[in-house]
């Protein structure tokens, strides 16, 4: 089970951090990735991470914006959200998979077999 949280109302320029929370990422294979869907798009990916070694991926329009990260102790994926535009508008999902990082390298909704609710993050002056 995973469960998001940290979304919500940011003006441009501001920041957010997300959270992923999980019971556990049950050995050390897991890819955990963030996808995000604004209205009337499809769902595309943000950034992902491998648990086992830490790697991570990031979509290439958000390099140097957002950053993904791990707590193994507390089983828990974080987001930071930095200089936050309009376009960044959406529900953010998280995602988990046992299939490793080579799912970080496709990031294709798809291939994830675990997801969370959903978090709205809204920018917006």
């Known amino acids: 089970q995973l469960v998001e949280s940290g979304g919500g109302l940011v003006q441009p320029g501001g920041s957010l951090r997300l959270s992923c929370a999980s019971s556990g990422f049950d050995g050390d294979y897991y890819a955990v990735a963030w996808f995000r869907q604004a209205p009337g798009k499809e769902r595309e990916g943000v950034s992902c991470?491998?648990?086992?070694?830490?790697?991570?991926s990031h979509v290439d329009s958000m390099k140097g914006r957002f950053t993904i990260s791990r707590d193994i102790a507390d089983n828990t994926v974080y987001l930071q959200m930095n200089n936050l535009k309009p376009e960044d508008t959406g529900v953010y999902y998280c995602?988990?998979?046992?299939?490793?990082?080579?799912?970080?390298?496709?990031?294709?909704?798809?291939?994830?077999?675990?997801w969370g609710q959903g978090t709205q993050v809204t920018v917006s002056s």
């Open positions: 991470i491998g648990m086992r070694g830490g790697s991570t």
């Open positions: 995602a988990a998979d046992p299939g490793g990082f080579r799912l970080c390298v496709t990031l294709r909704p798809a291939e994830f077999g675990s």
